[in-house]
């Protein structure tokens, strides 16, 4: 998976392809503290933005963004 905040590459969960274009060219946005998203970089879609508490570590929102994503209907 490739991380938007920190530009790594990280091995957390698979990501299924984008129910709107299949493009396996997507990745889990997060803005490091409490949001995150999953991202087409293909068609641009964007899944549900999955908020945790401030102060909570951001992989708890990375893990529920990239469950929301792979529940999608492909």
């Known amino acids: 998976i490739h991380c938007g905040a920190c530009g790594r590459w ?7 392809r ?3 274009c299949r493009s ?10 409490s949001v995150s998203w999953v ?15 401030k102060g909570t570590i951001g992989e708890a929102s ?4 990239i469950k929301k994503w792979n529940k999608a209907k492909r």
């Open 10 to 16: 990280c091995k957390m969960a698979k990501l299924k």
């Open 18 to 20: 984008c129910p709107f």
């Open 24 to 33: 396996e060219n997507v990745g889990v946005i997060d803005n490091g503290i």
């Open 39 to 53: 991202y087409c970089y293909t068609c641009e879609a964007t899944g549900s933005s999955v908020y945790v508490p």
């Open 62 to 65: 990375i893990k529920k963004a």
